[in-house]
């Protein structure tokens, strides 16, 4: 009897990556998938507020775009330390670059321009909302029928926008409105890729696929950045440095190795669930360190957005 794996909308990867690996049932959760989880989790958790912090000192595209590849670079060579083959089969090429303008470029693009007009906070919320999307748009492309838990995912994920625009009063939502789109953009996006990777799957080993996606992905914005804006080198601060650091080597890196490492070892589900612990994370670290508000219609929308993926990813 042949057992077939059932896919949630990320398990192909996450947040900004889609893993090449095939679906493996594992009924057992393993502790140290958990702590894996639990270090993806924070890694990308706290990298909001790290983000919208370095925006007010370095611009937004040269930022995305240097620091992934960076990232990439590093990938590639813990690959090869690996010993795993960073060699793409020529059939794979096609897909392999649609899944990263999808995953990568336009989600790097359209979340660090977001967070001009965005609290760190309300960015991560209207980002976490791709599962939704991604379970709307599987209907059509993979014959996903959504259930009637995927219904209400959808329309409590409205609340929760709503809730985020409407939270400091009309003026205010108009002012938010080009940093909602673009989010929202980016997390369409994120989904459109996700269901792609699902259609046609990238069968490389995880570092190698991580590497390619993110390189691929932010190397034209790493070109175009420094052209069509003024970067000033001299005028970011040692904590700045420093979150540079972070951005690279945390989220492009130890982040991204953990989350396959988590998926390798728990139910694609169970790992799924789990990431909705990032927007948490950045919710209250922005609050904390940038002091961004953290009153009813932030928390409406935080227990909305994540009610809406729990549900979606049902």
């Known amino acids: 009897m042949r057992i077939r794996a059932k896919l949630t909308p990320f398990s192909a990867g996450y947040p900004h990556m889609l893993d090449s690996t095939r679906p493996v049932q594992r009924p057992r959760i393993a502790p140290a998938g958990l702590m894996f989880l639990a270090i993806t989790s924070i890694g990308w958790g706290f990298n909001w507020p790290v983000t919208k912090f370095l925006l007010g000192e370095l611009p937004p595209l040269t930022l995305r775009g240097v620091t992934g590849v960076l990232g990439a670079l590093l990938l590639a060579a813990l690959a090869v330390i690996r010993r795993q083959s960073l060699r793409v089969d020529p059939r794979i090429w096609p897909r392999l670059v649609t899944a990263a303008v999808l995953n990568v470029t336009g989600w790097m693009v359209l979340m660090g321009l977001a967070l001009l007009w965005l609290p760190a906070s309300e960015a991560a919320l209207i980002a976490y909302t ?3 999307w991604a379970s709307i748009i599987a209907w059509p492309v993979l014959g996903e029928r959504p259930t009637l838990l995927r219904t209400l995912a959808l329309v409590m994920a409205f609340v929760g926008l709503a809730a985020i625009m409407g939270g400091n009063g009309i003026a205010a939502s108009a002012e938010k409105l080009p940093g909602i789109i673009m989010a929202l953009c980016g997390a369409i996006g994120f989904a459109v890729g996700t269901v792609f990777s699902k259609k046609y799957p990238i069968h490389l080993p995880p570092i190698t696929a991580a590497a390619w996606q993110i ?22 601060t040692p904590v700045g440095w420093l979150l540079l650091v972070y951005s690279t080597v945390v989220q492009f890196c130890i982040a991204y190795v953990s989350w396959f490492a988590a998926l390798a070892r728990l139910p694609a589900s169970v790992a799924a669930i789990g990431t909705m612990a990032v927007p948490v994370i950045g919710v209250v670290a922005s609050a904390l360190a940038l002091h961004e508000p953290l009153g009813a219609g932030q928390i409406a929308a935080l227990i909305f957005t994540l009610a809406a993926v729990v549900l979606a990813t049902r």
């Open 130 to 132: 791709m599962p939704v």
């Open 215 to 236: 390189g691929i992905g932010c190397l034209p914005i790493a070109i175009i950045g420094p052209i069509i804006e003024t970067t000033h080198l001299e005028l970011v």
